[in-house]
């Protein structure tokens, strides 16, 4: 483990322990292109089951369907790789844990699967909160199948810890 992911593990991990006034926030991974990393970088951390709940890794459409919610309806219309698909991945990883607050990966990391309208290294990210709206967006990373995953890694982590700093 990279001492960047590592230091940003550990903010992920003091800002969830701070929580909201004096509540810490558990928080729950959804990842399918990502494989389950980040949920690795996070149980790297020593003491995270004071604020780490669980991860999906929903790779196939069934997986998402069938773990985490997602409606077939929305993998048919807009596809796994949407805004859409992440943003019902990360409510779903909310609804089946303890968790308050999420976070989703879902895109195409190569070295193939891409298409004009979504090429390799498209990754939609989703992060939610306990009775609130997912907030969902769309990065494009370069570079090979590594680098555009641990991109989307960092990605949603900083993602995360800047909602968890304005809880």
Request: aromatic share 6%; charged share 20%.
């Amino acid at each position: 483990m990279d001492a960047d992911l590592i230091a940003l593990s550990e903010a992920v991990g003091a800002a969830a322990l701070a929580g909201r006034g004096q509540r810490r926030l558990l928080i729950a991974t959804a990842e399918s292109c990502t494989g389950g990393w980040v949920a690795q970088v996070i149980t790297h951390t020593a003491g995270c089951t004071a604020w780490f709940e669980c991860g999906f890794i929903t790779y196939s459409n069934d997986a998402k369907t069938q773990l985490l919610g997602v409606r077939p309806e929305t993998l048919k219309k807009y596809g796994a790789v949407s805004q859409e698909t992440a943003g019902e991945m990360a409510s779903g990883a909310l609804a089946n844990s303890n968790a308050l607050i999420s976070l989703s990966i879902t895109g195409i990391a190569g070295p193939t699967g891409g298409s004009r309208g979504k090429p390799v290294g498209t990754v939609c990210f989703g992060w939610c909160r306990v009775d609130e709206t997912a907030e969902t967006e769309t990065a494009v990373f370069a570079g090979d199948r590594e680098a555009v995953r641990r991109q989307s890694v960092v990605h949603a982590l900083r993602g995360l810890l800047r909602r968890l700093d304005t809880a």
